[in-house]
């Protein structure tokens, strides 16, 4: 399936902007314990709900709902006019969403000679098989990560990723990409969006933070990568993704809602100029000319 020049898939995307719960709490590294308090969720809920075009909340299985608290988490997300976009399971995870968000970052190795690369694999595959078999109604998005916490993950870059998920057999399971995990992972974000398009419509989700390609630092959107989200945002409108783009930070010393809020800003700034400026870029893409497409980036940025 490619991503081609149709109108209807080029038109202006609505943007859905949400945020990961627990990126409001406290933040600790093998460091420091704890940069900040520890609010509790409804408390952290009430603080998403005022960061500005916010209307969709990650919620993280066990931390922020579990089966005491569901019904008032519901509640309160209703109240406050936010919709649960995914859950993400720490060990289980309440059917009520509409997809889960699995990141399996215990699933790799740190030594050679220590893995059964085909077999681990195999056991990858079979569990969210089954997953997916037994809940066909529920998405399953996997969201992959070059390293950390191991050293080599199995769902490390988007084309092993999108393997795993067409080896399923099942249609309900899909990608993530974190834009902070690719970048580390060494890639170019559109050219993977454009992988997942032609894999079968199986980019699933989003999640946007930033960081100097070295470690997962999940920083402000667009403090470094400024140019890849114009391009990002792009082919996320030319292949037709009309998902949620959630923030995925970790504010250590920042204000978390502040921080939350600017990556926000920038992607909005950023869709911006994409909107002014769709028949150029259009035009760049296809000519194929650094040099216009810089004396163009140069001329936007000023």
């Known amino acids: ?121 195999t056991w990858l595959c079979a569990a969210i098989a089954k997953l997916a078999r037994e809940f066909p109604r529920l998405r399953f998005s996997l969201e992959y990560k070059p390293k950390e916490p191991r050293t080599h993950s199995y769902l490390a870059r988007m084309a092993d990723t999108l393997l795993l998920a067409q080896e399923t057999g099942r249609p309900n399971v899909g990608v993530t990409i974190d834009t902070g995990h690719a970048f580390v992972g060494g890639e170019n974000v559109g050219e993977a969006i454009v992988l997942a398009k032609r894999a079968g419509q199986k980019l699933f989700h989003m999640h946007f933070n930033d960081n100097h390609a070295m470690w997962d630092d999940d920083m402000i959107v667009g403090t470094v990568h400024s140019v890849c989200y114009i391009e ?18 970790y504010p250590y010393r920042e204000e978390a809602t502040d921080a939350i809020g600017e990556s926000i800003l920038w992607l909005r700034q950023f869709d911006r100029i994409l909107q002014k400026h769709r028949k150029e870029i259009d035009s760049l893409v296809t000519g194929n000319d650094a040099v216009a497409t810089s004396s163009f980036l140069r001329q936007i940025l000023v």
Not at 78 to 94: H, M, R, T, W
């Open 232 to 249: 990002m945002l792009y082919w996320l409108d030319r292949c037709g993704y009309t998902g949620w783009l959630s923030m995925d930070q």
């Open 1 to 121: 399936m490619e991503c081609g020049d149709d109108r209807q898939t080029r038109k202006k995307m609505k943007r859905k902007y949400s945020v990961i719960l627990g990126n409001l709490g406290n933040t600790r590294d093998r460091f420091c314990s704890g940069y900040k308090d520890n609010p509790d969720s409804f408390t952290m809920l009430k603080r998403a709900a005022k960061i500005p075009h916010v209307t969709g909340i990650e919620l993280v299985g066990t931390w922020d709902i579990r089966p005491d608290n569901v019904r008032e988490m519901k509640k309160l997300l209703s109240e406050l006019g936010l919709e649960c976009v995914s859950i993400i399971p720490d060990l289980f995870a309440d059917k009520r969403c509409p997809m889960l968000n699995i990141w399996p970052g215990q699933d790799g190795y740190d030594y050679l000679l220590c893995a059964d690369y085909e077999r681990e694999r």
